[in-house]
């Protein structure tokens, strides 16, 4: 007699073939099912409510299936696509994940027809291409300026509880704020920050030429505003060197303690001297200023904070081009930065320090209000989905038409191209247009237009135009041009949101065999 051979673990758990398959498959429709309603500009938001009973309040893609706390292997690999995406261009997340469900549930209707996975994931492939080549040919003009990325940035904002009139004034935020730092076409994206408070309208949302720190004067008599400063960072602790303290002494009597004390003290007043003496203004110290340095500093009459965040203190010295000193013993001009102006404001029972730079600033802060802790929150995502929009159309120098049209275009394209593919092969790419169609469909629904006849005349409109998408305007949505209302996505976006889909729809695919360890 044969003994049984056992590879697997005891307790792990087994599934394979086809059940693998739809059990996937069917974790994945569900991710995207989830946030399908949320797309466009007339979608709906979310709430969800953790364990602990914390509330978020969100339309953002990637935001919702990241909270959503999801455990499926295969729905996570969906919510790791949003994730990239957000990353990677900070706009397109719901577009990525609605189109991996599509593309799972397409192949789910051909696998029933017995076409083998190998052949879909081939199709789907040959789609890609034809899709990414579409999307080249939506690209508008050459010239990615001003107007067209503002229109861009509030494209990305649409929806997103920003309202109609702050949302031209946002965009303008976000395009100077990219334009401040774009630097050879390139957009380091954590040159531009955010800083929210809760607390006044959106409206009062602005930009700032420098950073904000959560931080305090070190203080109580230091200046709380400073102009045209000269600055330093420090990394060093400001206080008596210990080690030199600590050398014993043997006091024997008051006039000796005396002594030592004044020494002490004296050299407390001379690191404040040695700062006054080479002009410095504004002190930024990422580690601690001791209290009696920190007097010493403000009779010098210099604003200095302690014990500020390395990363803070980095963006500072960004935004007013100082130089990071290790030591103060000798301070030169060169090290210092300039700030047009260093403020210290008071915002209920906060303080904070705004830091103007210069023009040249390499940093910039948006500084975002909004009534309730949820509003500010949501307008948090919102500006950075737009400053990933416009980063992107900046970088790509590209930009096509939103509400779908990108998408039309794709649908048509591969459609055309599925002739010339042969074989069961064919379908997986037919499949593949259907899949994209779902989104201007799903836009369509969400304006709340009936999406078949939306997508009769889509098809028609772009036959005719060569462009058409679904333009939403007041209550509900017609078909035209997106131009004509300003709405542009960056190229980037779709593509990748089409490879990402992609990718992610056929690595569940090629699963046939789950196994999990207890
Ligand atoms: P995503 O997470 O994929 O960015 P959104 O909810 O932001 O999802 O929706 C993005 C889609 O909404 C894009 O296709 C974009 O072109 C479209 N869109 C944005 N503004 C409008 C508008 N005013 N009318 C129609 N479609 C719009
Ligand atoms: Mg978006």
């Not at 007041?474 to 004509?484: F, L, M, N, V």
Request: include cysteine; charged fraction near 30%.
């Amino acid at each position: 007699m044969q003994q049984p051979l056992y590879v697997l673990a005891e307790g792990s758990e087994r599934t394979r073939g086809s059940d693998a398959q739809s059990s996937n498959i069917a974790a994945g429709r569900a991710v995207a099912g989830a946030v399908r309603t949320t797309l466009g500009p007339r979608g709906m938001d979310k709430m969800l409510v953790d364990t602990s009973g914390d509330v978020v309040v969100t339309n953002d893609g990637a935001t919702i299936l990241t909270e959503m706390d999801i455990e499926h292997p295969a729905a996570q690999m969906l919510v790791e696509v949003a994730e990239t995406q957000e990353e990677e261009l900070g706009d397109g997340t719901t577009t990525a994940a609605v189109l991996s469900g599509e593309l799972l549930g397409r192949a789910e209707d051909l696998l029933e027809d017995g076409v083998h996975p190998t052949a879909i994931v081939e199709g789907y492939h040959e789609a890609l291409r034809l899709a990414l080549d579409a999307v080249d040919g939506m690209v508008i003009g050459d010239e990615v300026d001003g107007d067209l990325l503002r229109a861009v940035a509030e494209s990305a904002m649409t929806g997103k509880g920003t309202g109609d009139v702050t949302a031209d004034r946002l965009a303008e935020l976000v395009v100077d704020a990219v334009t401040q730092v774009t630097e050879d076409g390139r957009v380091d994206r954590d040159d531009i920050r955010t800083f929210t408070w809760t607390g006044g309208s959106a409206a009062a949302t602005e930009l700032v030429q420098g950073v904000v720190l959560e931080e305090e004067p070190a203080n109580d008599n230091m200046p709380r505003r400073v102009e045209d400063a000269s600055v330093a960072v420090v990394d060093a602790k400001l206080d008596v060197r210990s080690g030199e303290v600590d050398s014993e002494y043997t006091i024997t009597s008051v006039d000796q303690l005396d002594a030592a004390l004044t020494a002490e003290d004296e050299e407390r007043r001379a690191i404040a001297s040695a700062l006054s003496d080479a002009g410095v203004d504004v002190i930024v110290c990422s580690k601690k200023i001791s209290d009696r340095v920190a007097a010493h500093l403000a009779d010098a009459g210099i604003l200095a904070f302690s014990n500020v965040k390395k990363s803070d203190a980095g963006s500072f010295a960004r935004a007013t081009g100082a130089s990071r000193l290790g030591t103060v013993s000798d301070v030169e001009p060169a090290d210092l930065g300039t700030a047009r102006e260093v403020r210290v404001e008071k915002f209920g029972d906060d303080e904070f320090a705004v830091v103007e730079g210069t023009d040249d600033s390499r940093t910039v802060t948006l500084f975002v209000r909004g009534g309730t802790e949820h509003v500010v929150d949501e307008l948090e995502r919102a500006l950075e989905d737009a400053v990933g929009v416009v980063t992107a159309a900046v970088e790509d120098g590209a930009v096509v038409p939103g509400a779908g049209a990108a998408e039309v275009a794709v649908v048509d394209h591969v459609r055309a191209g599925a002739n010339a593919v042969t074989g069961r092969k064919q379908l997986a790419v037919e499949a593949f247009a259907d899949a994209v169609e779902a989104i201007p469909r799903t836009l369509a629904e969400n304006v709340g237009m009936d999406p078949i006849d939306a997508l009769v005349e889509l098809r028609a409109t772009f036959d005719r135009d060569g462009v058409a998408g679904v333009v939403a305007e007041g209550q509900s949505g017609r078909i035209g041009d997106p131009a004509e209302v300003g709405v542009y996505d960056p190229a980037a976006v779709k593509r990748e949101a089409l490879e990402s889909a992609t990718e992610a729809a056929t690595m569940i695919l090629r699963i046939d065999d789950v196994i999990a360890a207890n």
